[in-house]
C-alpha cells in the first residue's frame, strides 16, 4: 500500500508524472446522471447566488428573529455613510470603500449599493428581474437535487463513493488525513475515490448544506410563510431563515472555490474526465 501511495503522490520526483493507476481512473468514473446534475447544480448555485446578491441590494442587512426593519438592531449591515462604505457586523464597523456599501461602476459612476453590479444578477439594479432569475433557478436546484439522491441511492453512488467506513470514522484516521490536505498531498486508498475529509465535505454540503438552503428559502418566502408557517418557526423566525440562507450561501461559494482550487492542483485533466466523459472514452 505504501508503495501504491507514492506512486500516486505527484509530490515524489520518482513517480510518473503522466501516469494514473487505472484503479484511480475507475474510481473516479461517475454515472451519467451524476455529471449532468454536477454541472446543471454548479450553473443553478452560481446564478442562485448572483441573483441572490441583487436581492438583498434591496435590503443590505440581517437580523434575527421573525421581524426585521431599518429601525431594529441588525448583526448584519452592509451600506455607506457619506463617502465611506461600511461592513458592520455584531457591532463592528469595517471600512470597505470600493469593495462594498460604495464603490465605483465600469461607467466611473460612485453607486452606494452593497453588493457591486460586476457579481450581481442582473448588473444594474432590478429586484424584480433579481426574483425572477432566483426562482427559475431555485426550481431546478431543488428539483435537481431531488431527482441526484433518488438515483444516487438506487444506482450505488452513494453507497461507493460517499459514504464513509468505519476505519474512516477513527480520530487518527481523520486528523492524519487533516494533516495531509494541509501539506497539499491527496491520498486516497485503493478502490476509494475519495479519502475521509473529502467524503465528510460531501456528505455535508449534498445532504445538509443544500437541503437547508431549500428549507430557509421557503422559510423567508411569504407566501410560503402565509400558506404553511411551520418553516419559519422552525429556525425561530422569517429573519433568522433569512440569515441562515445568506450564511449558507456564501459557506457552499467558499466551497465552490476551495473545490476548484484542490482539482486544479491535484490531477485536473483526470478529475475533470471524470466528470464529463467519465474516463472511459
Known amino acids: ?35 449532468v446534475w454536477h454541472w446543471v447544480n454548479l450553473v443553478a448555485l452560481i446564478s442562485l447566488f448572483m441573483s441572490g446578491l441583487m436581492i438583498f441590494n434591496a435590503h443590505p442587512r440581517l437580523y434575527w428573529g421573525e ?14 455613510q457619506g463617502q465611506q462604505g461600511f461592513l458592520k457586523v455584531a457591532g463592528q464597523q469595517l471600512d470597505t470603500t470600493g469593495v462594498l456599501g460604495r464603490y465605483s461602476d465600469s461607467d466611473g459612476m460612485t453607486r452606494n449599493r452593497a453588493f457591486p453590479g460586476w457579481v450581481t444578477i442582473p448588473s444594474d ?35 461507493r463513493m460517499i459514504a464513509m467506513r468505519r476505519a474512516e470514522w477513527h480520530p487518527r484516521t481523520l486528523w492524519t488525513t487533516i494533516v495531509d490536505h494541509v501539506r497539499l498531498k491527496f491520498h486516497t486508498a485503493p478502490g476509494e475515490a475519495y479519502n475521509p475529509l473529502q467524503k465528510l465535505s460531501y456528505i455535508a454540503v449534498i445532504f445538509i448544506a443544500l437541503p437547508l438552503m431549500i428549507v430557509t428559502g421557503l422559510a423567508m ?20 431563515a433569512r440569515s441562515l440562507h445568506f450564511i449558507l450561501a456564501f459557506a457552499l461559494a467558499g ?14 485533466l483526470m ?7 467519465g474516463n472511459r472514452a
Do not use: C
Not at 221 to 240: E, I, K, V
Not at 255 to 268: A, C, D, E, G
Not at 271 to 277: A, D, E, K
Open 1 to 35: 500500500m505504501t508503495g501504491m501511495i507514492a506512486a500516486m503522490d505527484p509530490a515524489d520526483p520518482s513517480s510518473p508524472a503522466e501516469h494514473t493507476p487505472p484503479a484511480l481512473e475507475a474510481a473516479h468514473t461517475h454515472a451519467l446522471t451524476t455529471r
Open 67 to 80: 421581524y426585521g426593519n431599518r429601525d431594529e438592531p441588525a448583526w448584519l449591515a452592509i451600506g455607506a
Open 125 to 159: 439594479y432590478n429586484l424584480a428581474d433579481a426574483r425572477h432569475w432566483h426562482f427559475f433557478f431555485a426550481w431546478i436546484f431543488a428539483f435537481g437535487l431531488l431527482v441526484f439522491m433518488a438515483v444516487s441511492l438506487l444506482n450505488g453512488h452513494i453507497r
Open 221 to 240: 418566502a411569504p407566501g410560503t410563510d402565509a400558506a404553511l408557517h411551520w418553516p419559519s418557526m422552525l429556525f425561530g423566525g422569517r429573519q433568522s
Open 255 to 268: 466551497f465552490l472555490v476551495v473545490h476548484v482550487v484542490l482539482v486544479i492542483i491535484h490531477k485536473p
Open 271 to 277: 478529475l475533470l474526465r471524470g466528470m464529463t466523459i
